[in-house]
């Protein structure tokens, strides 16, 4: 696995090596618009986390600030009430003689919805009056309740009790209350005296139990509870399961906490607490926000992200792949066909359209050099053509002095020894020789024409050499029609005559044959004479100091290399001998029809 | 494959991740509403009787986005009832039962069969299926054994107790009567009242008048409520103990009838069965035993902070 991640990593280097200018604009396109997406896409979600955060503290301190109005509004409708019947009912009337009942009861009736029960208290207990009708449980003592202590301690003051059950009238529908109390130190007036009393408006807790229901209907992970100013809950979503501590609450803590939103680590998560104090009573009214309901929320939106992101990296990826090979497309041609001109190719067309104005110019110029320089190829190869003719024309010419000087001293002997029918023959043939040889100053004749030579040549040597050796010819006819550098044979049957048969005390054969196989012309001078050995068959045809001592000077070597040079390393002479036994020499020429090359005798 | 290729593949093959983990996560994190169907079938004679419980499940329901269906089946009906209730709630898909059921044997042989791919979870009392289940529910034993212990505490000496047990086919009862009887005493009991099904009120009055005590001891809700409506005009004041936290039990803790009472959390009981099912649903379905909470009360400690929290539900 680590070799192959290894292997992946080498491939990876190798490919950002790689130095195509696509490949490099492509590359630096690519990595730029990597980073730039990724760098802004952190940066907008960054930027959308802290607002949404922003926002939801906004909208929670908003929802804190209503429901705080809705309870503050509650609870002076609860001390209106209080003052109302202290103001308006007790502050009038003697107990002594007067009852509390009417008043009181038109209070409730009113204001019933919100509230369990009004009643009222002489110091040490008894009850003056209450409304609903309700009889005090039988040995109730009342003095010891929170909230009749309380309003005995600050006089001047309401007393807002922490939520309770009510536990002052006896009920046999087994209905019990929860209730908060709303208690305050008043004046009764009895029999013209001024006695103490107490004065009990008990709200039911459900009225704010449903209005911090409502704040909490969203079902969200966020919620709002109530405590009062020692940080005791009044008001919890998860009210029973704190109190079986089944869940906690960091209520303690939170009621510490100044007005504003705070942060903190409780239960093992990160959460925002907003807190509000309410008026009257010093209760405070906390939100919890965990951090789990952000990354709820931004869940959703931090996978589109990384969603468009990448579709937006696709596409950037695709115009960069789009535009590197526009931009790289006339430069490649342009390489293309440069590399085109490396491989030697001058017909090679340089690319000089499309692209930018630069590689415009570029491929104008480089095409301008190819031009020049094709013309100068072309003028190195007419003089090397010059020059190869030239070095022909000085090998045939070796040929003419040496024959004519051997030839003509032949007719001299056979004039001097009267044989004159013989030299009539021998000039004749002498004559034709030169016409062919001559053949209007052409290079290629036809086979023909090469062997009707080298005929007349023979006919001169047999003369002169008293039929000491006889030829054969053994001639396919359909090769007179195929074409040969000139006087090829000629050389060879001299050679023949000088190295094979001369020296022979028997009779010398030497046989012509001419034949066709498939493309190739094969042309053999076979003796019989002394033959040589394998050393001196080599260097027949590669010793440069090699002097020749009979004959017309024009050696194998001379033969060969005009034909090679004529046409090419794959044809020319193959001599084979055995001593005393003869030698073959074959000459390959290619199966050039003789036709077929008169335009090119032009130029020879 | 040229260098190229490999690199423009590396870069596609980024670029699909990112889209694989963007597209994943944004299908993944959107709502899931696998909403859960349970049902609960509680046994009982009284509709009123597991009003807290219910609290508690409905609770638990909301926070584990849980749907319930509660049935209550009479002990009277027998079984065919009850498992015409099981087999009506299977057919309809649910996906856990919990269930409050007495111990029968054909109703635990047909639950075997029936209950194969269905998640179980007991509260109060449990029966013995083969299938594993998780069991919610309070001492039972420790509370009959508080109940006798308080009771000894009030009793004067040479004064008799009955016991009403009741449903002797629900585990839950005989656990707490052998805690009571553990804690009292076999000597000073003249009678031990149980049947196979809950106990009407004639049959414990006729055993009252048949046999009368000086305390009488109820070992559930229904049978401390039966027995308190029998005796509250008789002037037992602090002459029944019994198990329960129905208002009308808690109303006469107040009124000093009910000398003693052991409540169990039963509001606990039922949100933590609801979580229990939710986490066996959740292929966590190893068989668990919780304890709930339970509170001794007298008319003393009744008004305390803590008691009142847990003894009076709040008005919804």
């Known amino acids: 696995m680590i070799r192959k991640i290894k292997k992946t990593c080498k491939g990876l280097r190798r490919a950002l090596n790689y130095r195509s200018i696509q490949f490099t604009i492509s590359a630096s396109f690519t990595l730029v618009t990597l980073v730039s997406m990724l760098f802004m896409g952190i940066v907008l979600y960054s930027k959308f986390v802290s607002k949404t955060e922003e926002t939801t503290i906004k909208a929670t301190e908003q929802l804190l600030n209503q429901t705080n109005v809705n309870l503050e509004t509650y609870l002076r409708n609860m001390m209106r009430i209080s003052d109302s019947m202290y103001y308006s009912v007790i502050k009038d009337k003697d107990i002594s003689r007067d009852s509390l009942d009417t008043e009181m009861n038109l209070l409730y009736e009113v204001n019933k919805d919100n509230l369990v029960s009004i009643a009222c208290f002489k110091d040490d207990g008894k009850l003056v009056a209450a409304t609903p009708v309700a009889t005090l449980k039988k040995n109730i003592d009342v003095t010891s309740q929170e909230w009749f202590v309380s309003a005995n301690e600050q006089m001047e003051n309401l007393h807002f009790s922490t939520p309770h059950v009510q536990n002052l009238f006896d009920d046999t529908s ?5 209730v908060a109390s709303l208690s305050r130190m008043v004046e009764l007036t009895s029999k013209g005296n001024n006695i103490r ?13 449903q209005l911090f229901k409502k704040s909490n209907a969203s079902g969200e992970l966020e919620y709002i509870y109530l405590v009062d100013s020692k940080g005791d809950i009044i008001y919890h979503p998860k009210q029973k399961l704190i109190d079986s501590q089944v869940v906690e609450e960091n209520n303690r803590k939170a009621v510490i906490y100044e007005d504003g939103s705070h942060s903190e680590y409780f239960g093992g998560e990160k959460r925002i607490v907003t807190v509000k104090t309410v008026a009257y009573t010093g209760w405070k009214i906390i939100y919890v926000t965990p951090y789990s309901t952000f990354n709820m929320s931004l869940n959703q939106t931090r996978y589109f992200v990384i969603l468009l992101i990448s579709i937006m990296m ?6 960069n792949q789009f535009v590197s090979a526009q931009i790289a497309k006339p430069i490649k041609r342009l390489d293309k066909s440069v590399k085109g001109l490396e491989n030697g190719n001058l017909d090679v067309v340089i ?17 301008l050099v190819v031009v020049q320089l094709r013309k100068l190829m072309e003028k190195i190869v007419i003089e090397q053509e010059e020059k190869r003719k030239s070095e022909l024309d000085a090998l045939q010419s070796q040929i003419n002095p040496h024959f004519l000087y051997n030839t003509l001293d032949s007719i001299v002997w056979m004039i001097e020894g009267e044989r004159y029918s013989e030299a009539v023959c021998m000039v004749t043939d002498l004559a034709s020789l030169f016409r062919i ?19 007349n040549y023979m006919n001169i040597q047999k003369i002169r050499y008293k039929d000491k050796f006889e030829i054969h010819y053994e001639i396919e006819e359909e090769i007179y029609d195929y074409q040969t550098v000139k006087l090829i044979i000629q050389p060879l049957l001299e050679n023949a005559i000088y190295y094979g048969v001369e020296a022979m005390y028997d009779e010398g054969e030497i046989i012509l044959r001419a034949y066709k196989k498939e493309d190739n012309i094969y042309l053999e001078i076979i003796d019989n004479g002394l033959g040589m050995t394998q050393d001196s068959v080599e260097s027949l045809l590669t010793d440069n100091t090699r002097k020749r001592t009979k004959g017309s000077g024009v050696g194998l070597k001379n033969v060969n290399s005009r034909i090679q040079l004529r046409y090419g390393e794959d044809y020319g002479l193959k001599i084979e001998s055995q001593p005393d036994e003869g030698t073959k020499v074959t000459i390959h020429l290619p199966a050039i029809l003789y036709s077929d090359m008169r335009g090119e005798q032009k130029h020879d | 494959m040229t260098n190229k290729m490999k690199y423009i593949l590396s870069i596609l093959l980024l670029i699909l991740l990112l889209f694989s983990l963007g597209t994943y996560g944004y299908m993944s994190s959107e709502d899931k509403n696998d909403t859960y169907h349970v049902s609960v079938i509680l046994e009982s004679n009284n509709s009123e009787r597991w009003s807290i419980l219910k609290q508690g499940i409905e609770s638990a329901a909301k926070e584990y986005n849980t749907e319930i269906n509660i049935n209550t089946v009479s002990t009277k009906t027998g079984v065919t009832e009850c498992l015409d209730i099981i087999r009506r709630e299977l057919k309809n898909g649910t996906d856990g039962l919990i269930l409050d059921l007495s111990n029968n044997s054909k109703l635990v042989k047909e639950l075997d069969d029936m209950l194969l791919d269905t998640q179980i979870v007991m509260i109060e009392s449990e029966i013995p299926i083969s299938k594993g289940y998780s069991y919610i529910a309070p001492d039972n034993y420790k509370m009959g054994y508080d109940l006798g212990s308080n009771l000894l505490k009030n009793k004067k000496k040479g004064k008799t107790i009955g016991i009403v047990v009741g449903n002797k086919k629900k585990n839950s009862n005989m656990e707490r009567k052998n805690g009571l009887i553990a804690a009292i005493g076999d000597r000073n009991v003249s009678w031990i009242l149980e049947d196979d099904s809950e106990l009407t009120e004639e049959v414990i009055a006729s055993k009252m008048n048949e046999s009368p005590v000086d305390y009488l001891v109820g070992l559930n809700t ?20 019994g198990v329960g936290n129905t208002e009308k039990i808690v109303y006469y803790v107040d009124q000093g009838v009910l000398g003693c009472l052991v409540a169990p959390n039963e509001y606990i009981m039922g949100y933590m069965s609801v979580n229990s099912m939710f986490n066996r649903l959740n292929y966590d379905t190893k068989e668990e035993r919780t304890l709930v909470d339970y509170l001794v009360i007298n008319k003393e400690n009744l008004y305390d902070v803590e008691n009142q929290k847990l003894m009076f539900p709040m008005v919804e």
């Open chain 1, 174 to 178: 087994y209905r019990y209350y929860w």
């Open chain 1, 197 to 209: 009393g107490v004065l009990l408006v008990d709200m039911n807790f459900s009225g704010i139990e």
């Open chain 1, 314 to 319: 696709l596409i950037m990826v695709l115009v």
């Open chain 1, 351 to 367: 690319y000089e359209g499309g692209g930018s104005d630069e590689i415009e110019h570029l491929g104008k110029s480089l095409n």
């Open chain 1, 437 to 455: 040889s001559l053949s209007k100053g052409k290079n290629i004749i036809s086979l023909k024409d090469e062997i009707i030579h080298a005929k």
């Open chain 2, 222 to 241: 229904v049978v401390t409520e039966e027995i308190l409506d029998i005796s509250k005009d008789n002037g037992t004041q602090g002459m029944v103990y």
